[in-house]
């Protein structure tokens, strides 16, 4: 699939430069996350967000440590010239002149520049900073290059129930069991399928349904809390577990049945520039006799609609939008005096927090031997709502789903036909599948997302002819 610049990573930068909120959260679960796992972000350039969070950062640390000084240097020169008991009123009364003054400045001009970063560049989609790195971003610039290489991985670590983490929301799934005799044999012969080799044509009838950004992918998911003492994916307990093994490998895991360890061959449509995505999963096993096939449905809707403000500001920040900054930037002001030199500290320490919690990490790894180096969600998903923005989106998702579903499942039909088995079993399976639509079995989504067919009304209909009859 092309690499495209998508929305959705312009609205979370904009996120980044004004919502230290959402920094912190950033620099908590991604940029100081060296052990865990960092799930992808569909859609999303991880580093480009992570840097203006740095930015972002940057900034609030100037901005604290000025007013620490000022701060200090008005405790001094009043105490030096008035005494201890007697410079206390006079060091109250200092405040509320020039460093006060100073910090609603500061704090104005802090939140001017984050917007002038938002309606100059993010606006206009000019979010590649041109090139240029701040100190920060040098002094960060390994972690940053290993962001960019974990949303290429084909290994995925979860912490909790779902293992596709960063997909979103399950929407459903199904599964069955089908046979593999031969055809127009009385015996019972059974073909030998070769699980690569169905994967592959199952791919390629993918690729020919040309949706646009569609991407196919094979992946493992594994339990991040069964690694531990597992060489294959995790060379060093200190650090974080390995992200990519080779084609060959996976060839292998298509075939191999591991409790905590999963192949799914992986179905992503990114709808609506980004906004959402759509995947599916797949997964089929075998013995001698049946194949058991398998479908999973997961949905990453779009952001918190408070993260697309950025499309209603105008190229220039009108007067009454700088007069709201600074209201807005009075009682932050005031509330700064006293507490600058604590939150110049915080601010400054943010960025060697990586040492320090690398330090409580190790200790925990030490003392926890089924430490969980799975990861609880993704960067997107924790901006992400829990419902599609309109109708046409829902209509778009339903119809990814239909034609991602049909040509999976007409495609493992032709296989299986071109093997010589005899696909009766798995045509009536597969025709079941397709009436009844997807049962929704857990997530929260909130849109009207299933499709029930014909003959599952006409079995909800049978069922309230019975009730009633049986009340009469």
């Keep these: 699939m092309e690499k495209l610049k998508y929305d959705i990573s312009r609205y979370l930068c904009a996120a980044a430069e004004i919502s230290p ?3 912190s959260k950033v620099f908590e679960q991604i940029l100081h996350n060296t052990v865990r796992y960092v799930a992808p972000s569909y859609g999303v350039d991880v580093p480009l967000v992570v840097k203006h969070c740095l ?4 900034r609030d640390f100037i901005v604290d440590a000025l007013i620490s000084v000022a701060v200090l240097w008005t405790f001094i020169g009043t105490f030096k010239s008035h005494g201890i008991f007697s410079g206390i009123p006079y060091f109250v009364y200092s405040l509320v002149s020039f460093p006060l003054l100073l910090a609603f400045l500061l704090k104005w001009l802090n939140l001017y520049v984050g917007f002038r970063v938002v309606v100059k560049d993010l606006k206009n989609d000019q979010h590649n900073m041109n090139g240029k790195k701040s100190f920060m971003e040098s002094q960060y610039e390994q972690r940053l290059q290993q962001l960019e290489k974990l949303q290429e991985g084909n290994i995925a670590y979860y912490s909790g129930y779902s293992p596709f983490v960063g997909a979103g929301v399950r929407l459903g799934g199904w599964s069955f069991v089908c046979g593999t005799a031969k055809r127009g044999i009385t015996k019972s012969e059974h073909v030998v399928i070769s699980l690569p080799d169905l994967y592959r044509h199952i791919n390629k009838s993918m690729n020919s349904l040309h949706i646009p950004h569609l991407s196919i992918k094979d992946m493992i998911y594994v339990d991040g809390k069964s690694i531990r003492n597992d060489s294959r994916f995790l060379s060093n307990p200190y650090e974080a577990p390995s992200t990519h093994v080779a084609d060959f490998l996976i060839d292998e895991y298509k075939v191999k049945q591991e409790e905590n360890v999963r192949y799914y061959q ?3 449509v990114l709808g609506w520039q980004g906004n959402f995505v759509f995947s599916s999963f797949f997964r089929i096993s075998k013995n001698d006799q049946h194949l058991f096939v398998e479908a999973n449905y997961y949905l990453l809707p779009p952001l918190e609609s408070v993260y697309y ?6 190229s220039s920040i009108p007067v009454g939008i700088l007069v709201k900054m600074a209201l807005s930037s009075i009682i932050p002001a005031i509330i700064s005096l006293p507490t600058a030199p604590l939150r110049a500290v915080r601010s400054g320490s943010a960025f060697f927090a990586s040492w320090k919690e690398k330090k409580e990490t190790k200790k925990q790894i030490d003392e926890d031997q089924r430490f969980d180096y799975g990861a609880y ?4 998903e924790m901006a992400a709502t829990n419902k599609l923005q309109n109708f046409f989106q829902q209509s778009d998702v339903d119809m990814y789903r239909k034609q991602i579903e049909r040509c999976f499942t007409d495609s493992i039909m032709e296989f299986l036909e071109s093997q010589g088995v005899d696909i009766s079993e798995f045509v009536q399976r597969k025709e079941t ?9 857990g997530g929260s989504f909130t849109a ?5 067919g014909n003959q599952a ?3 909800i209909h049978q069922a309230k002819n019975v009730v009633q009859n049986s009340s009469v």
């Design 433 to 441: 599948v397709i009436n009844q639509g997807i049962m929704v079995n």
């Design 309 to 314: 403000e950025i499309d209603r500001l105008h």
């Design 266 to 268: 992986t179905v992503q």
């Design 377 to 380: 969600e993704s960067l997107r």
């Design 448 to 452: 009207e997302n299933v499709s029930v």
């Design 457 to 459: 009304q006409m079995l």
């Design 55 to 58: 930015r972002g950062h940057t």
């Design 21 to 23: 909120k959402f920094r």
